[in-house]
Nanobody, 122 residues
Framework: VQLQASGGGSVQAGGSLRLSCAAS????????MGWFRQAPGNEREFVAA???????FYADSVKGRFTISRDYAKNTIYLQLSNLKPEDAADYYC?????????????????WGQGTQVTVSS
């Protein structure tokens, strides 16, 4: 199992980015997939995820601004970040969850990609 995250960068407040997470060794459609982020000195926090049925979940802080999506053909999930704020700056991680558990709890995710850094200037 491998997850390769990319797409981070430096933008001004109000800008947009699209993060990608290419999966290998498994099929994304068979697993709960999520995005988390971690700013320096902070805990890793939930951002967005799909459940088994494709229902999406978002942290309140990003709802209406971020959109999680997936491309089965490319076995890749995405996170569209829009209207970025300085407080969105962090390393963003994609992850695959074990079969059962709270979708918002990082402890339930077994496989993680490397982080991709997002910097937002005011």
């Amino acid at each position: 199992v491998q997850l390769q995250a990319s797409g981070g960068g430096s933008v001004q407040a109000g800008g947009s980015l699209r993060l990608s997470c290419a999966a290998s060794g498994f099929t994304i459609g068979s697993h709960v997939m999520g995005w988390f982020r971690q700013a320096p000195g902070n805990e890793r926090e939930f951002v967005a995820a799909f459940n088994w049925g494709g229902v999406t979940f978002y942290a309140d802080s990003v709802k209406g601004r971020f959109t999680i999506s997936r491309d089965y053909a490319k076995n890749t999930i995405y996170l569209q970040l829009s209207n970025l704020k300085p407080e969105d700056a962090a390393d963003y991680y994609c992850a695959m969850m074990r079969p059962l558990g709270n979708i918002r709890d990082k402890k339930n995710y077994d496989y993680w990609g490397q982080g991709t850094q997002v910097t937002v200037s005011s």
